[in-house]
Every structure is written in C-alpha cells, then in structure tokens.
C-alpha cells in the first residue's frame, strides 16, 4: 500500500483539484481565443537558468516560438553536451533542488551571460532529443512548474540527451485539439530548426557557389540579418533530432501517442525529425465501457474517477461529448495510422492508478503486431509517482526514470554504444 504521507496528500490535492475543475467547469470563459495559457499563475514555478548548474549540471533556456498562440518550450541542455565542460567555469551557477534559489552570472550591463555554444562548434557534442508532454489533466501543469523541471533536469542527465519541454495550451481556454495541434506543431519547428542550422551552417562554411565572389558580401549580409537570428543555438549545436524520442506524462502520453502518429504519417517530411520511440507515462486513457481498473480503482489516489470525467468534460468538445473520442480512447478507432507502423512504446504503469488498465491493453495491442512494447508495471504506486513534486525524491521515482532511460538509450544511442540486452 501506498505511504502514510501519499495518502495524506492524496485527500488534500483531490480536494484541491476538484474544487478547481469544478470552479473551471461552471465559470464561463466568453472571451476564449486561440492564444490560450500554458500555466496556472497558483503553481510554484522554477525560472529558467541558461547556465550549467553545479548540483546536476543542466542548463536550462524559455522559447515563444509562436507567435499566434501562448505555445512555448523549455529547453534542458546537460554539460555533457560540451566537450571540455571544465572549460566553462564561468558558466556555472548554484541551483537549490528545493527552492530553487539562483546565483545568475548576468553581467551588471544586462548583457546575455548564459551559455552560448562555440561559432565553430569545435567544443560542441550532438544530443538526441527528447520531446516532453507535462502532465496536469489537461488544465494544468506547465514546463516551469517545479516538479516538471526537476523531473526533466533528471531526464536530461539520464538519458545524456536534450529534453525540449512543451507548453501546449491548456483546457478550458482551448479545448481539443489544440494541445494536440501544439505537440505536433513543436515537431515541425524542431525539423525546421534543423534545416535552418543546416542551411546557416553552409553559408558559414562557404558552400554555396557565389558566397565569397560577387554578391558574396551581400548573402553575407542577409545570413546574418536573417538566418542566425532565427536559429536556435543550443539546438543547432547540439541537437541530433535523428535521435528523437517522445515522452509524455499522464494526459501527455496522449499527446505523445498522437505525435508519434503523425510523425509515421508525415514520414519523410518530417526530415531530418525521426522519431525512434516514444515513452508513455500512466496515459490519461479513458472510455466509455468501464475497465476492470476503472470499478475497482474508482475512488483511487491522487485522481478518482470523477476527476478524470470533470477533465475530460474541460477537455473535450461539449457537443456530442464522449469518452471514445480517438484523443480519450486511442483503441476506439485504432488511431490515425495501423499499430504495426507505431514506434517503439514503452509504457509505465503504476499498481493504484484507476487509468492503468486500459494502458496495459494499447500496450498489448502494440505487441500483438510486433512492435516492440515493454510494460513496466509498478507496485505500490499510484499516478504520477514519478512526476509528483511530492514523491520525486523517492526510490521509486529514481527507479522508474533509470529504467526509462535503459530502455530509452536502445534506441538513442549511437551505433556501437547500446547497451547490452
């Protein structure tokens, strides 16, 4: 059984959160636009630091990449990205696990003072990528929160990888599909990234016929002005999005599941995006015939029956609501492409979730047409054991983001490095 001080929790945090779907279920929001919010201004937040931290050594950066919507990303960069990290003592900072308390290195004048990578990238390792989806039941939750920076730092460290954090837009100012449309939005900005860096990387390097003859000054001239400010930089340098791996928390995974199906479906355009796995975290799946789980279970920890029916109310659209929907269900109606064609899944499970049951099933049916699908099904646990600011110093947290990251580097480590299975 769950600990005393779960259970504590667990009464005081669904009293909370009810309170909250329902204040958000019977306000009526006339002024919905497509901007939208990514975050809750009541939730405890971790700032940003563009510096290598001296506890984990991750360094972290905010991005806006829309500017029709309130989509935005954190970015969480581990020095092994550097190779000589000892060359940049200047660039470390104190970063509190527990307050979050920051020395920042800005310079008095207000210039920059993060890390920027080497122009010649001569100091500078490629990464694979790792796409996060924050969990929160589609009405909260948010790249900054604490948890989910101290959840991704430890990924990032992990996995050796870059982990890019989306802040989609959150329920009930824009209700499905747009956080869905957010995720695979992200995805798109992610390959044009990398054909930008690409490009700006071969005017520096003078392969383009012409750009150091007539005219040369001039190309110069609109590189500078227009490709390099548009590039991201930690990306450019050190991100390998040939190596992309989607991973989604709770109503996340949802997220993810429905990326990853639209990265099979887009295919080559997608280029040079490839998604090579994807990890789904105790999947916020529901559906309109009960599972054996979601009767036993129905009063369980952390989120009960009826707060995932008040979330999917705020979610989904209320005209001809229901819980088959493909963004609830993902085995109502098979999904946008053919499960064989899915990629590697690996699904988390916990032993006092309501919801685990019909994760267990997709998973399943994922291995039943030889997709590689492993299910870790944890005991004692409950949903977002190992994302809950709560519960993430506990063994099982640790435990459960080691064996992502097992799994995980099968499939994102370079050829000659995997691990042994």
């Known amino acids: 059984m769950p600990s005393v001080k779960v259970k504590i929790y667990s009464v ?53 990449i829309d500017p029709l919507t309130s989509l935005s990303l954190r970015i969480f960069l581990p020095d092994s990205a550097i190779v000589s990290p000892n060359s940049l003592p200047k660039l470390r900072v104190r970063v509190s696990s527990k307050s979050r308390v920051v020395v920042s290195n800005e310079s008095e004048n207000g210039v920059y003072g993060g890390y920027l990578p080497d122009k010649n990238r001569k100091n500078c390792k490629k990464l694979p990528v790792i796409v996060q989806f924050h969990g929160g039941g589609w009405v909260s939750g948010g790249i900054d929160t604490v948890a989910n920076d ?53 005017f520096e390097n003078g392969k383009f016929s012409g750009f150091h003859g007539e005219g040369g000054g001039r190309r110069r001239q609109i590189v500078d002005g227009f490709g390099s400010l548009i590039v991201e930089p930690w990306l450019a340098a050190h991100g390998d999005l040939s190596r992309c791996v989607l991973l989604g928390v709770s109503c996340g995974a949802n997220i993810a599941n429905y990326v990853a199906q639209k990265a099979v479906e887009a295919g080559k355009l997608l280029d040079p995006v490839k998604v090579v796995a994807q990890v789904l975290m105790y999947p916020f799946f529901t ?22 029916m008040l979330a999917w109310k705020l979610f989904l659209p209320e005209e001809g609501f229901n819980l088959d929907h493909p963004a609830a269900n993902p085995l109502s109606t098979w999904g946008l492409v053919p499960l064989k064609y899915m990629p590697p899944t690996l699904t988390v499970v916990a032993e006092h979730d309501l919801m685990r049951d019909r994760a267990i099933a997709y ?42 990251a097992i799994w995980m580097k099968k499939y ?10």
Not at 172 to 191: I, Q, R
């Open 12 to 64: 005081l945090s669904k009293f909370y959160l009810k309170r909250r779907l329902q204040t958000l279920l019977e306000s009526s929001i006339s002024d919905l636009n497509s901007y939208g919010v990514v975050s809750r201004p009541d939730e405890t937040v971790a700032p940003a630091v563009p510096s290598f931290s001296d506890t984990d050594g991750v360094a972290t950066k905010n991005l806006h």
């Open 150 to 202: 101290t959840f991704c730092r430890r990924m990032a460290k992990l996995c050796d990888a870059v982990v890019v954090s989306v802040g989609y837009r959150l329920a009930p100012e824009s209700k499905y599909p747009a956080a869905f449309e957010d995720g695979l939005k992200v995805l798109k900005w992610l390959a044009e990234q990398a054909n930008l860096a690409e490009c700006n990387q071969s």
């Open 287 to 308: 559906g309109n015939i009960p599972t054996k789980s979601e009767i036993k279970l129905a009063n369980s920890y952390l989120y009960d029956k009826a707060m995932s």
């Open 363 to 404: 998973s399943q049916e994922l291995r039943k047409v030889n997709v590689d699908a492993p299910l870790l099904d944890y005991k004692d646990a409950v949903h977002e054991f190992a994302t809950l600011d709560l519960l993430l110093g506990t063994p099982e947290a640790q435990a459960c983001s080691e064996d992502i």
């Open 412 to 421: 994102i480590s370079l050829r000659g490095h995997e691990f042994s299975y």
